[in-house]
């Protein structure tokens, strides 16, 4: 029986297509989901294992935990997609903004990781978690600051998850820049961004689910970050 790959945050976007790319390669799928969309009706009918999960309050990090354990006694790979991309703003305290993200993309990996290592570690196989980071890890944000400190944080979460489960497991960070854009996005915005890096393209979830492959077939790759960002970093 092959073990599942858990992908958190997968109704949408990048998420579902890695969840789509792993049944169409037969590897199993537990999905995570907050938001009920025809996309998980989708995946279910594809065979994947949906789960609704809300990370937004370490309550539910833990009914999900407890939830995927009684689910499964092996997991494949823990991929860390789930994230929200709030920016500051004059209506939102700024002290929420920080308890989110980092709530997201830190507390909620940090406890998953720790609560579920033992299904990683339950292989005769290598395993894998992959934690999708961002760019702005590197150089910060001036309108996504407490997104970006949070991103940090999950970039050293790499560090440490790396050192603590080797040899069995690896552990790495996926770093992207612009993938995709989202609806709504103006055209003036979309211009701007994609001369941010020296491809100046959108690739879209197809280069973020090549990367992740990657990852997962390469035996020797642990405690990096990949950086998806179309040579951002030179511009
Ligand atoms: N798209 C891009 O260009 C870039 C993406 N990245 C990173 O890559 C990853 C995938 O990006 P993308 O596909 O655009 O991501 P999305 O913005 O589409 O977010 C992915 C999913 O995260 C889920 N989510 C958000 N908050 C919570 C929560 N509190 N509990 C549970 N689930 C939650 C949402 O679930 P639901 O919809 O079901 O409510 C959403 O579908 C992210 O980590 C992102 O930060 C980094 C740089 C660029
Ligand atoms: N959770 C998300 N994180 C990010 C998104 C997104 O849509 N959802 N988008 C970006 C931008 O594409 C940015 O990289 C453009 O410079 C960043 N993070």
Request: proline share 6%; hydrophobic share 40%.
């Amino acid at each position: 029986m092959t073990a599942p790959i858990l992908i958190t945050g997968a109704s949408q976007r990048i998420g579902l297509a890695f969840a789509k790319h792993c049944l169409e390669r037969d590897v199993p799928i537990i999905a995570t989901y907050r938001t009920h969309r025809p996309a998980v009706d989708d995946l279910v009918q594809a065979g994947a294992t949906c789960l609704h999960a809300d990370f937004a309050s370490n309550a539910g990090v833990d009914a999900f935990i407890d939830t995927l354990r009684a689910q499964t006694p092996t997991l494949r790979a823990i991929i860390h997609n789930a994230s929200d991309w709030l920016p500051e703003s004059p209506d939102t305290d700024p002290a929420d903004v920080m308890a989110a993200m980092m709530q997201i993309h830190s507390t909620t990996p940090y406890r998953i990781n720790l609560a579920c290592r033992d299904l990683l570690e339950n292989s005769d196989t290598p395993t894998d978690i992959v934690h999708m980071t961002d760019y702005v890890v590197e150089k910060g944000s001036a309108k996504h600051i407490a997104y970006a400190a949070s991103k940090a944080a999950l970039d050293n979460l790499t560090l440490s998850f790396a050192r603590l489960l080797s040899p069995g497991v690896k552990v790495n960070s996926i770093a992207p820049s612009l993938i995709m854009f989202n609806e709504g996005d103006s055209e003036a915005y979309r211009e701007k961004t994609l001369k941010k890096s020296l491809l100046g393209i959108a690739p879209g979830e197809t280069a973020a689910v090549q990367t992740l492959q990657f990852l997962l077939d390469n035996p020797y790759i642990t405690g990096r970050r990949i950086g998806l960002d179309g040579g951002r970093n030179l511009v």
